[in-house]
């Protein structure tokens, strides 16, 4: 299947575009650039901050998250989460103390461009759990 990302790395760099082999399970994958496509970059999971599973590009630069769970619903725990470069993430994780490379977050708010995004755990400075 395939899934329309944007990748950032832990060095600041950001890749867009599709991906028809990511695994969290394996050490890289392959991205297509997804504008005026070109060759496929194979990317290391350990050298990412996280890849963000996204409804478009462009996004909304002026789009703020919001910062709460009211009215939130569906499985997993509330969890904010504080990266190493000070980005603060609030949404729904399900198994945040499974072992791995990282693990799926679902954003707490619906109007977000991210769909889901699956954060590298070498890439955060706190996880707090909220429930």
Known sequence: MENKVVVHMKSGTI???VTHDFDPARESFHLLPGEGGGVPVRLRIDDMKALFYVRDYVGNRHF?????????????RQVVLTFRDGEEMWGLVENPEDEG??????????RDNNVRVFVVRSSLKDVRMVS
Do not use: H, I, N
Request: avoid cysteine; hydrophobic fraction near 35%; aromatic fraction near 16%.
């Open 101 to 110: 490379a990282g693990f799926f977050l679902t954003p707490a708010d619906k």
């Open 15 to 17: 890749y867009k575009g």
């Open 64 to 76: 703020v998250s919001r910062q709460d769970f009211q009215g939130v619903a569906g499985g997993g």
